[in-house]
T-cell receptor
Framework: LAKTTQPISMDSYEGQEVNITCSHN???????ITWYQQFPSQGPRFIIQ???TKVTNEVASLFIPADRKSSTLSLPRVSLSDTAVYYC?????????????FGKGTRLSVIA | EPEVTQTPSHQVTQMGQEVILRCVPI?????FYWYRQILGQKVEFLVS????????KSEIFDDQFSVERPDGSNFTLKIRSTKLEDSAMYFC??????????FGPGTRLTVL
């Protein structure tokens, strides 16, 4: 499994764009990059998944350079409710029966 | 929107007692999982389940643990003889064919 590295914590003010970068130097050809969000005392929640270039949904954007050795989760105009831990995961996104391997994630604190 | 449900939300038990944690995955999902998160630590995979049998299990999932899908809707995790170190949040998750896992709200297990 590809190991991921992401910052332990980040702070941001409300209304700002937040970019969280994840390194995954040993990503395999069939690996997808997936981001989950976890609020305190809740289960993780899927945010976005991508394989290459850029993916955007109603919550976030995911930027993946051509070499796929890193990825950046972009949260536009964060609010206090975006305070959570964000996890970058790398694995076979097309295979349904694949356990998720979580790291320690990035603790994002949004300040008013 | 369909969601994974878990009961109870909080379970307190004495060391050595058996506990059963219950989950109702999303109805048309195919793959089911249990994860745990010890307070302040990362989410850890325990076991995955597909087609009425265990697909994969981690080192944590020893002989004290078992899973069952007794009917078409429930998915249970049994711990036969709880230890203090089993105190954690236990999350059930499920997904359809693609690997976007939906997590339940968790059961907080406290072993005294």
């Amino acid at each position: 499994l590809a190991k991921t590295t992401q910052p332990i914590s980040m702070d941001s003010y409300e209304g700002q764009e937040v970019n969280i970068t994840c390194s995954h130097n040993n990503i395999a050809t069939n690996d997808y990059i997936t981001w989950y969000q976890q609020f305190p005392s809740q289960g993780p929640r899927f945010i976005i998944q991508g394989y290459k270039t850029k993916v955007t949904n109603e919550v976030a954007s995911l930027f993946i350079p051509a070499d796929r050795k890193s990825s950046t989760l972009s949260l536009p105009r964060v609010s206090l409710s975006d305070t959570a831990v964000y996890y970058c995961l790398v694995g076979d996104g097309n295979s349904g029966n694949t356990p998720l391997v979580f790291g320690k994630g990035t603790r994002l604190s949004v300040i008013a | 929107e369909p969601e994974v449900t878990q009961t109870p939300s909080h379970q307190v038990t004495q060391m050595g007692q058996e506990v059963i944690l219950r989950c109702v995955p999303i109805s048309n999902h195919l793959y089911f999982y249990w994860y745990r998160q010890i307070l302040g630590q990362k989410v850890e995979f325990l076991v995955s389940f597909y087609n009425n049998e265990i697909s994969e299990k981690s080192e944590i999932f020893d002989d004290q643990f078992s899973v069952e899908r007794p009917d078409g809707s429930n998915f249970t995790l049994k711990i036969r003889s709880t230890k203090l170190e089993d105190s954690a949040m236990y999350f059930c998750a499920s997904n359809p064919f693609i690997n976007e896992q939906f997590f339940g709200p968790g059961t907080r297990l406290t072993v005294l």
